[in-house]
C-alpha cells in the first residue's frame, strides 16, 4: 500500500474529532477562525464549523493499492541510500492539493488528478530575467529583516509583489531560478537565506502541482518564515561556536515571535502565519515550538522544512561550511517518515536531482566542472563546464561537455562526474562565474574570461 497526501472536500455534517481542516467554503476573515488551517480537536470546534460553512476541505493521507514498489527501492528504504530514488526516471505519481471543486463530488481517483506545468521557454532566455528578478527579491529581504528589527512594519504587499516576479519564472522554467539559489553569500545569510527557501518552495510546488496561487502564497510562506528570527540578538544569530542551552531557547523562540509578528499585521496571508509557527515541527513529535504530530502539521509548513533543511545545509553560514547538495539530500532522505513527510521527501530529492545546476563537481580525471544544465533523461550525466584540469590548475580556456554524449577529456578517457564538491572547493566560487557571464545555456559561456 502506499499512502499520499490528499485534500477532500467534504460536507460540515461528516466532520470529526482529529481531522484537519485547510479550506472553509467562504474566507477566512469572515469567520471566527484565527488560522487558516486547524486541527479539530473539540466537538466545539465542529459545532462552530457547521454553525458558519457548509462544506470544508480537509487534509488527509489515503491509502492507495497498486503502488509496487522494487527490491532496490526497498532496500533503499531500510538502508537509507538515495539510489532507488533516482533509478526510476519517471515522476512518482503524486497528487495535486489544489482547490476542491464545487460540484457533486467525483470519485477518488478523479479528487486526485494533479496540475502539470510544462517549460514556456528555453533557460538561456529565461536567465536574464530570472537574475532581475532574484535581485530584486535580495534587496527585499534584507529591509524586511532590518525593518522588523527597528520595529517597522512587513510592507506585506511589496514583499507580494516581488515573490510573484520569481513565481513567474519559475512558472517559465524553474532551472533559471533554481541556479540563482546556489549562490551563497555569507554575510545576510538569513535574509539570502529566506530568499532562496522563497524560490525553491515555489519550484518545489510547482513540481507538486499546485494550482498557481498555491504556488504564489507558498513562496510567499518560503520568503517570511524565518521572520522571527529578527528578535534573536546579533550576537546569538551570528555566533560562530555552539550555542549554550540558554541560547538554544531564545532562537527556537524565533517560530513563536514569527507566528506574532505575522498575526499583528493588518492583511496577513494566514499560511505565512502557520509556516512561521510550524515549520520545525516534526512527524514524529519531536519538533517544536509544540511537539505535533504528522497529522497536526500544516501541509506547506511540512513543504517548507524540507526547503529550510536543504538551503541550511549547503550555505555558508557562522559555525559551519556549506555541504554538497547531495549530502544534503541524503541527510532528508534518512530523515524521511521521522522528520520530513516521506513522499515529499521522495518528490524533492527527485525534483533538485543528483547533479543540479550550479554544482559543483569532481570528475574521474581529477578535473573540477561546474553543472551547466541538468539531464532529466540521464541524471547522472548533465552539461558541465570544465573550470580546473586534473592538476586543480586554470585551463587556457574552459570546455563545455554533455556527458550524456560520452565525451572524450585531455587524457583520452570517457568523462565521468566522481562526486560533488562544496562550492569555493580549489577556488571555483559560482559567484564569480555568474558575475563574469555565466548563464545556462552554451551561446554565452564564451564570454567568460579567466
Request: with cysteine.
Given at each position: 500500500?502506499?499512502?499520499?497526501?490528499?485534500?477532500?472536500?467534504?460536507?460540515?455534517?461528516?466532520?470529526?474529532?482529529?481531522?484537519?481542516?485547510?479550506?472553509?467554503?467562504?474566507?477566512?476573515?469572515?469567520?471566527?477562525?484565527?488560522?487558516?488551517?486547524?486541527?479539530?480537536?473539540?466537538?466545539?470546534?465542529?459545532?462552530?464549523?457547521?454553525?458558519?460553512?457548509?462544506?470544508?476541505?480537509?487534509?488527509?493521507?489515503?491509502?492507495?493499492?497498486?503502488?509496487d514498489?522494487?527490491?532496490?527501492?526497498?532496500?533503499?528504504?531500510?538502508?537509507?541510500?538515495?539510489?532507488?530514488?533516482?533509478?526510476?526516471?519517471?515522476?512518482?505519481?503524486?497528487?495535486?492539493?489544489?482547490?476542491?471543486?464545487?460540484?457533486?463530488?467525483?470519485?477518488?481517483?478523479?479528487?486526485?488528478?494533479?496540475?502539470?506545468?510544462?517549460?514556456?521557454?528555453?533557460?538561456?532566455?529565461?536567465?536574464?530575467?530570472?537574475?532581475?528578478?532574484?535581485?530584486?527579491?535580495?534587496?527585499?529581504?534584507?529591509?524586511?529583516?532590518?525593518?522588523?528589527?527597528?520595529?517597522?512594519?512587513?510592507?506585506?504587499?511589496?514583499?507580494?509583489?516581488?515573490v510573484?516576479?520569481?513565481?513567474?519564472?519559475?512558472?517559465?522554467?524553474?532551472?533559471?531560478?533554481?541556479?540563482?539559489?546556489?549562490?551563497?553569500?555569507?554575510?545576510?545569510?538569513?535574509?539570502?537565506?529566506?530568499?532562496?527557501?522563497?524560490?525553491?518552495?515555489?519550484?518545489?510546488?510547482?513540481?507538486?502541482?499546485?494550482?498557481?496561487?498555491?504556488?504564489?502564497?507558498?513562496?510567499?510562506?518560503?520568503?517570511?518564515?524565518?521572520?522571527?528570527?529578527?528578535?534573536?540578538?546579533?550576537e546569538?544569530?551570528q555566533?560562530?561556536?555552539?550555542?549554550?542551552?540558554?541560547?538554544?531557547?531564545?532562537?527556537?523562540?524565533?517560530?513563536?515571535?514569527?507566528?506574532?509578528?505575522?498575526?499583528?499585521?493588518?492583511?496577513?496571508?494566514?499560511?505565512?502565519?502557520?509556516?512561521?509557527?510550524?515549520?520545525?515541527?516534526?512527524?514524529d513529535?519531536?519538533?517544536?515550538?509544540?511537539?505535533?504530530?504528522?497529522?497536526?502539521?500544516?501541509?506547506?509548513?511540512?513543504?517548507?522544512?524540507?526547503?529550510?533543511?536543504?538551503?541550511?545545509?549547503?550555505?555558508?553560514r557562522?559555525?559551519?561550511?556549506?555541504?554538497?547538495?547531495?549530502?544534503?539530500?541524503?541527510?532528508?532522505?534518512?530523515?524521511?517518515?521521522?522528520q520530513?513527510?516521506?513522499?515529499?521527501?521522495?518528490?524533492?530529492?527527485?525534483?533538485?536531482?543528483?547533479?543540479?545546476?550550479?554544482?559543483?563537481?569532481?570528475?574521474?580525471?581529477?578535473?573540477?566542472?561546474?553543472?551547466?544544465?541538468?539531464?532529466?533523461?540521464?541524471?547522472?550525466?548533465?552539461?558541465?563546464?570544465?573550470?580546473?584540469?586534473?592538476?586543480?590548475?586554470?585551463?587556457?580556456?574552459?570546455?563545455?561537455?554533455?556527458?550524456?554524449?560520452?565525451?572524450?577529456?585531455?587524457?583520452?578517457?570517457?568523462?565521468?562526474?566522481?562526486?560533488?564538491?562544496?562550492?569555493?572547493?580549489?577556488?571555483?566560487?559560482?559567484?564569480?562565474?555568474?558575475?563574469?557571464?555565466l548563464?545556462?545555456?552554451?551561446?554565452?559561456?564564451?564570454?567568460?574570461?579567466n
Amino acid at each position: 500500500m502506499h499512502h499520499e497526501i490528499v485534500e477532500t472536500e467534504i460536507p460540515v455534517t461528516e466532520l470529526r474529532i482529529g481531522m484537519h481542516v485547510i479550506r472553509l467554503d467562504r474566507p477566512w476573515e469572515e469567520t471566527n477562525f484565527l488560522l487558516q488551517g486547524f486541527v479539530i480537536q473539540r466537538q466545539d470546534d465542529i459545532d462552530e464549523l457547521q454553525r458558519q460553512c457548509k462544506y470544508v476541505t480537509i487534509e488527509g493521507r489515503v491509502r492507495r493499492p497498486g503502488y509496487d514498489v522494487s527490491p532496490n527501492e526497498a532496500g533503499a528504504r531500510k538502508t537509507g541510500t538515495m539510489s532507488a530514488v533516482f533509478s526510476d526516471e519517471k515522476k512518482p505519481k503524486t497528487r495535486s492539493v489544489g482547490k476542491a471543486s464545487k460540484a457533486p463530488h467525483p470519485p477518488a481517483d478523479q479528487r486526485l488528478k494533479k496540475v502539470t506545468y510544462i517549460n514556456k521557454v528555453d533557460v538561456s532566455y529565461e536567465i536574464s530575467k530570472a537574475t532581475g528578478h532574484y535581485q530584486e527579491v535580495k534587496n527585499v529581504a534584507p529591509s524586511i529583516m532590518s525593518g522588523l528589527r527597528i520595529g517597522r512594519t512587513i510592507d506585506i504587499n511589496k514583499a507580494r509583489e516581488t515573490v510573484d516576479k520569481c513565481v513567474d519564472s519559475i512558472l517559465r522554467n524553474d532551472d533559471a531560478l533554481l541556479l540563482l539559489t546556489k549562490l551563497k553569500h555569507q554575510d545576510e545569510y538569513t535574509a539570502e537565506h529566506c530568499l532562496n527557501v522563497s524560490i525553491l518552495s515555489a519550484a518545489f510546488g510547482k513540481r507538486l502541482g499546485l494550482l498557481e496561487e498555491e504556488i504564489r502564497t507558498l513562496g510567499l510562506c518560503g520568503l517570511l518564515h524565518d521572520v522571527g528570527k529578527a528578535k534573536v540578538p546579533s550576537e546569538i544569530l551570528q555566533k560562530p561556536g555552539a550555542l549554550t542551552p540558554e541560547e538554544h531557547v531564545i532562537m527556537r523562540n524565533h517560530a513563536n515571535w514569527g507566528r506574532d509578528m505575522l498575526m499583528a499585521l493588518p492583511k496577513v496571508v494566514h499560511a505565512t502565519i502557520d509556516v512561521a509557527y510550524n515549520h520545525h515541527e516534526r512527524l514524529d513529535g519531536q519538533g517544536y515550538p509544540r511537539g505535533l504530530v504528522d497529522y497536526q502539521i500544516p501541509y506547506f509548513a511540512k513543504i517548507v522544512a524540507i526547503v529550510d533543511t536543504y538551503d541550511a545545509i549547503t550555505s555558508n553560514r557562522c559555525y559551519d561550511r556549506g555541504r554538497s547538495s547531495m549530502e544534503a539530500l541524503e541527510i532528508i532522505h534518512r530523515f524521511r517518515g521521522t522528520q520530513f513527510d516521506p513522499e515529499l521527501a521522495r518528490e524533492f530529492v527527485l525534483m533538485i536531482g543528483i547533479y543540479p545546476p550550479g554544482s559543483v563537481v569532481e570528475l574521474k580525471s581529477g578535473e573540477i566542472a561546474i553543472v551547466i544544465a541538468s539531464n532529466p533523461k540521464h541524471r547522472r550525466k548533465p552539461k558541465i563546464m570544465i573550470v580546473r584540469n586534473a592538476d586543480k590548475r586554470r585551463p587556457p580556456k574552459y570546455r563545455l561537455a554533455d556527458l550524456a554524449g560520452h565525451p572524450v577529456g585531455e587524457q583520452g578517457l570517457v568523462l565521468e562526474i566522481a562526486k560533488e564538491i562544496p562550492d569555493g572547493s580549489y577556488g571555483v566560487k559560482l559567484q564569480w562565474f555568474i558575475d563574469n557571464g555565466l548563464q545556462l545555456g552554451y551561446p554565452t559561456i564564451d564570454r567568460i574570461s579567466n
